[in-house]
């Protein structure tokens, strides 16, 4: 299904409409038609993403219209003219509009004039000349060399391997070292050249690394899932250089050049034995290459920074948390589980499939594209659960709402022997709560046999020890004894009224031999 969220976002983003046809791996009229259909019906992005992708579909998808003849521009003419000073692609294609009128034809749209451009770039294998935009691009690569970290144990060499990245428009970079080259470090590289600039781009161009890129060919390009949220959290778009084509990201390709020489072979005779150690010598030689003159203009690319920075747009608030995503089924106990904890979901998705995303602090899970809630993330001892009641059934929530102050509470109504035997229950669990049944059922006897009775028996139990059990009570209302008087009272009305033998008869008087 076309990703008709991701065409809204980089919509919003003022990305072109021929550079979004190749992320989603649709075609350019898929695009076109998808975003007429939203200006008809005023839908954007901020609305779309709150929708499921069913929703989406219904709603932007296009239906088939009468293909229109359009008068295709003389491409090669059009190379010859962009090689003069001054003449840009715009100002072509107003020409080329007032050539199409004049003899009565329709002329392409600006959009695809551009692409069709492109094209015969690619195709003619001529060189287009690039015009950098202040805070459009940040192009990355990876530095061909890796500098050593010693191990202090073994006194071995750790190879780092090193981060550029470079804003086309000034040429200001940032390189960071790491000791791997999987998505974690990946992404966090990305991250700390953002927080670096003081801002994001409106475009990523990385290099064809799996930690980022599925696949880059000339019919679509597929970003991996952790790269797509890093892009969609800044507000930027991930569009990488085409395979084997450097000249995509000429900027920071020179400046791994440059780099290689400026930092890493400055510092090659140089030891470190943490990587905060080596990062903050890079840091400090890459201050100075950043302040360096330039050899052909005025000034460096620190001070051609401080005219781009203004265009950056605005770091996210909140910082980005790298997420790992599983699918899990909702067991019977309305919990799905995740890492050796366990997690409760709406009791309705109950044997459903769902996709679950975890962060360092969070727990979200999606169903059907829409998040249906989130926990806190558990750590620690496994098989912990973190329930909330709004997921529970309503018999369920009923007895969450049950503790011991509850309990205590009810059994005092009743009296003081029924409080002492309530108390009796709940300590005599190592957790409170496995002595809540005992409880529940202990003062449910009242509604049997009378709150009068379910207290004479507590008392009775309590005489007889002073950790009386649910079926000591039950036995003693089931045969009656709460109705016989206690034993103090009755032996002292058996010495007063009973029936009395006295020493002689047992033989304790005198008697004959």
């Not at 144990?153 to 200001?172: C, H, K, M, N, R």
């Not at 679509?220 to 084509?245: D, L």
Request: proline share 4%.
């Amino acid at each position: 299904m076309t990703n008709y969220r991701e065409i809204l976002r980089l919509y919003g983003l003022g990305i072109a409409k021929a550079r979004i046809a190749e992320t989603p791996g649709c075609s350019r009229q898929t695009v076109v038609s998808a975003l007429r259909k939203a200006t008809e019906i005023g839908l954007d992005f901020s609305m779309a993403k709150e929708m499921s992708d069913k929703e989406l579909f219904r709603r932007l998808t296009p239906g088939e219209k009468a293909k229109t003849a359009y008068k295709m521009p003389d491409y090669g003419h059009i190379h010859k003219e962009m090689a003069k000073s001054g003449v840009t692609l715009s100002l072509l294609w107003v020409e080329y509009c007032e050539i199409c009128r004049a003899a009565g034809e329709i002329p392409c749209k600006s959009t695809q004039f551009n692409k069709y451009y492109a094209d015969y770039v690619k195709k003619t294998n001529a060189t287009k000349h690039i015009v950098r935009r202040p805070g459009e691009i940040m192009e990355v690569d990876r530095a061909g060399g890796t500098a050593g970290v010693i191990d202090t144990d073994t006194g071995e060499i750790i190879p780092a391997y090193v981060f550029v990245s470079a804003l086309p428009y000034s040429g200001y970079a940032y390189v960071e070292a790491f000791f791997s080259q999987n998505q974690e470090c990946w992404i966090a590289a990305h991250v700390n050249a953002y927080r670096f600039f003081g801002g994001v781009t409106r475009i990523l161009t990385p290099d064809n690394l799996k930690t980022g890129i599925v696949s880059n060919t000339k019919h679509e390009t597929a970003v991996n899932r952790a790269c797509g949220e890093m892009a969609e959290h800044c507000g930027t778009a991930a569009m990488p250089a085409r395979v084997r084509r450097p000249r995509d990201k000429s900027t920071v390709e020179d400046t791994v050049g440059i780099i290689s020489t400026w930092i890493l072979a400055a510092i090659r005779n140089e030891r470190f034995f943490s990587l905060k150690e080596l990062n903050d010598r890079i840091h400090e030689k890459l201050d100075d290459f950043n302040r360096k003159p330039f050899q052909k203009k005025d000034g460096s690319r620190h001070t051609a920074f401080r005219d781009e920075k203004p265009f950056l747009p605005p770091l996210p608030e909140r910082h980005f948390e790298l997420a790992s995503w599983k699918t899990a089924t909702v067991q019977y106990n309305y919990h799905i589980a995740c890492d050796g904890q366990n997690y409760s979901v709406p009791v309705e998705y109950i044997g459903r499939k769902v996709d679950v995303r975890f962060t360092k602090n969070t727990v979200e899970v999606l169903f059907d594209g829409n998040r249906i809630c989130s926990h806190p993330r558990l750590y620690g001892r496994a098989g912990q659960y973190a329930t909330q009641e709004a997921h529970m059934p309503a018999k369920h929530r009923h007895e969450s709402e049950w503790d011991g102050g509850r309990f205590r509470g009810w059994a005092g109504k009743i009296g003081a022997n029924c409080v002492a035997v309530i108390e009796s229950f709940l300590r005599s669990h190592r957790v409170e709560q496995q002595g809540y049944k005992s409880c529940r059922a202990l003062l449910h006897l009242a509604d049997k046999y009378s709150a009068g009775r379910l207290e004479a028996a507590c008392k009775r139990a309590l005489f007889h020890t002073p950790r009386p059990g649910l079926k000591g009570v039950q036995a003693i209302l089931k045969s009656g004894q709460d109705k016989i008087i206690d034993a103090g009272v009755q032996s002292e009305n058996v010495s007063r009224y009973g029936f009395t033998r006295g020493a002689n008869y047992f033989g304790g008087g005198d008697v004959e031999c």
